[in-house]
């Protein structure tokens, strides 16, 4: 069983930044791809962005310039800095990783507010 455990989220004024960590751990095949996604309330769970084994991303055109998604392999870990916060990322945000099996896994969830 593989677990994934987010941290990194909380509140922060608009046009902050926050940096958001994804750790996995637990009987781990190659992760393929590892991924952020977010939900708002009342909206559908949404990608945010990818990055493949071959280290290719891509993201979201409402994050595109702003966020950045990373991935450190030695750690099963996946990251995920955000600039230029404003109140439409405001959501639970979701780490995601694919095996080579094409098993995907899910982590619990962090919120970010982003709020004066």
């Known amino acids: 069983q593989v677990h994934l455990v987010e941290s990194g989220g909380g509140l922060v004024q608009p046009g902050g930044s926050l940096r958001l960590s994804c750790a996995a751990s637990?009987?781990?095949?190659?992760?393929?791809?590892m991924s952020w996604y977010r939900q708002a309330p009342g909206k559908q769970r949404e990608l945010v962005a990818n990055?493949?084994?071959?280290?290719?991303?891509n993201y979201a055109d409402s994050v595109k310039g702003r966020f950045t998604i990373s991935r450190d392999n030695a750690k099963n870990a996946v990251y995920l800095q955000m600039n230029s916060l404003n109140s439409e990322d405001t959501a639970v945000y979701y780490c995601?990783?694919?095996?080579?099996?094409?098993?995907?896994?899910w982590g619990q969830g962090t919120q970010v507010t982003v709020s004066s």
């Open positions: 637990g009987t781990i095949f190659s992760f393929i791809a």
């Open positions: 990055i493949f084994s071959s280290d290719a991303t």
């Open positions: 995601s990783a694919r095996d080579v099996r094409l098993v995907t896994y």
